[in-house]
C-alpha cells in the first residue's frame, strides 16, 4: 500500500490500485498518514506517466531511489547522475576527403542501380510486347487449324455418306488429298 499525502489530504493507493478521496475510509485497507515533501522528480514523473499512460517514468525514478538507498545503506557515497550532451569533434581534412569520396561512390552506385532498374524495366516491356504477339500469332494458327480441320471433317463425312449410298466413289469424285497412296500411285499410271 502507498500513500502520498497532499496538502492537508492523504490518498491511499492498495495493491488493488483502488484510490480512497479525502476523508473516508475502508476496512480492507489501513489508511497510512505519511506527511510526506513530495520530490519534484516524482511530480514530474507522475505528470508524465499520466500524459503518456505509460507507468515507465514512475518506475524509473522507483528504480533510482532503490540503487540510491541500497548505495547509501553499504556506506557509499550518493550517486550523482550528470547527462553533458555528446561533444562532437570537426573532422580532419583527410576524414573529410573520405566522407567527400564515400558519398560520390554512393551517388554513383545508386546512379547506375537506377539506370539498371530502367533498362530492366524496358527489357521486361519489350519481352512482355514480344510474347504478346507470339500468342496473337498462336491464336490466329490455332483457328485457322480448327477451321480446316472442320472443313476436311466435313468433306470426309460427305465422302463417306455418299459411299454408303452409292458404293466406293471414283477417282474424280473423292476429295483431292484425301486418297490412298496406292491410289495415288494407281492414278499416275492409268
Known amino acids: ?85 555528446p561533444q562532437t569533434t570537426p573532422m580532419t581534412e583527410e576524414e573529410e576527403e573520405k566522407c567527400k569520396k564515400r558519398k560520390e561512390c554512393n551517388k554513383e552506385a545508386a546512379q547506375r542501380c537506377r539506370e539498371r532498374k530502367k533498362e530492366k524495366q524496358k527489357n521486361d516491356e519489350k519481352e512482355l510486347t514480344s510474347l504478346l504477339l507470339r500468342n496473337e500469332e498462336l491464336k490466329d494458327t490455332i483457328k485457322n487449324l480448327e477451321e480446316e480441320m472442320v472443313f476436311y471433317q466435313g468433306m470426309l463425312s460427305i465422302q463417306t455418306s455418299n459411299q454408303i449410298e452409292t458404293g466406293p466413289a471414283s477417282p474424280e469424285q473423292q476429295v483431292p488429298g484425301l486418297w490412298t497412296v496406292e491410289e495415288d500411285f494407281l492414278e499416275q499410271y492409268l
Open 1 to 85: 500500500m502507498f500513500a502520498q499525502a497532499q496538502g492537508r489530504h492523504t490518498y491511499v493507493i492498495s495493491r488493488e490500485s483502488s484510490c480512497v478521496g479525502p476523508g473516508t475510509s475502508d476496512d480492507k485497507m489501513q489508511e497510512v498518514n505519511v506527511n510526506v515533501n513530495l520530490d519534484s522528480e516524482v511530480v514530474r514523473a507522475s505528470a508524465e506517466a499520466q500524459a503518456s499512460g505509460r507507468l515507465t517514468p514512475l518506475i524509473k525514478v522507483e528504480l533510482w531511489s532503490k540503487i540510491q538507498a541500497r548505495r547509501l545503506s553499504e556506506g557509499k557515497e550518493e550517486m550523482a547522475v550528470q547527462f553533458s550532451p
